[in-house]
């Protein structure tokens, strides 16, 4: 049984950041790559960011890159995302996930996934 459970999400105005936790339990947390997904209303889950299972290596979509940083800290078991200066097309639930391997970003090397967490980005 592995529990993903992400929390920081909310209602923000354009341009204002937001920091998304992930919390991993029951899992081979140390030893996985970890990722950030996200689905808006009528479109499909698209990749966001992920970073390798110890942390020395991170990739990024190319809507977040340069505004997003994914991070986490193995000793709490957590996984990050800073997201900064937002704009309402990140406007989705998004979603932390576990990868099979020590690095993924592909979404079928994500075994157990979390139940998301609202961000809405007013304009």
């Known amino acids: 049984q592995v529990d993903l459970v992400e929390s920081g999400g909310g209602l923000v105005q354009t341009g204002d950041s937001l920091r998304l936790s992930c919390t991993a339990s029951?899992?081979?947390?140390?030893?996985?790559?970890m990722g950030w997904f996200r689905q808006a209303p009528g479109k499909d889950r698209e990749f966001v960011a992920a970073?390798?299972?110890?942390?020395?290596?991170?990739r990024y979509a190319d809507s977040a890159e340069g505004r997003f940083t994914i991070s986490r800290d193995n000793a709490k078991n957590t996984v990050y995302l800073q997201m900064n200066n937002l704009k309402p097309e990140d406007t989705a639930t998004y979603y932390c996930?576990?990868?099979?391997?020590?690095?993924?970003?592909?979404?079928?090397?994500?075994?157990?996934w979390g139940q998301g967490t609202q961000v809405t980005v007013s304009s």
């Open positions: 996930a576990q990868s099979t391997q020590t690095m993924g970003v592909l979404e079928i090397t994500y075994d157990y």
């Open positions: 029951g899992s081979t947390f140390n030893w996985r790559g």
């Open positions: 970073i390798s299972s110890a942390g020395k290596i991170t």
